[in-house]
Nanobody, 123 residues
Framework: VQLQASGGGLVRPGGSLRLSCAAS????????IAWFRQTPGKERAFVAA????????SYAGSLKGRLTISRDNAKSTVYLQMNSLEPEDTAIYYC?????????????????WGQGTLVTVSS
């Protein structure tokens, strides 16, 4: 099982990025996919999650309104659209997969992880 996160890069404050998480899971549509982010010295923090068929989403309260998570099961890919980016959004963003019945914010629940993609917000 592999999750490949991509789409990170350098963006100016106020800019946008779309991250992608491509999975090699045969049962991709049965897996919830979540995004977490981590900065040096801090624990990995929940960002957003989407259910297997895309009918449910969850966002970290502080980020809601600036993010949209979506998925294309035909392409086995989940997207995270991030708008109005701030320097505080600078982090390594990881995607993770889980087959639980509900969406979780706890990293310990997720079975599979991607390698992360770096997002840097700076002028």
């Amino acid at each position: 099982v592999q999750l490949q996160a991509s789409g990170g890069g350098l963006v100016r404050p106020g800019g946008s990025l779309r991250l992608s998480c491509a999975a090699s899971l045969r049962t991709f549509s049965l897996h919830n996919i979540a995004w977490f982010r981590q900065t040096p010295g801090k624990e990995r923090a929940f960002v957003a999650a989407i259910s297997g068929n895309g009918d449910r989403t969850s966002y970290a309260g502080s980020l809601k309104g600036r993010l949209t998570i979506s998925r294309d099961n035909a392409k086995s890919t989940v997207y995270l659209q991030m708008n109005s980016l701030e320097p505080e959004d600078t982090a390594i963003y990881y995607c993770a997969a889980d087959r639980s019945a509900r969406l979780h914010t706890d990293t310990r629940v997720y079975s599979y992880w991607g390698q992360g993609t770096l997002v840097t917000v700076s002028s």
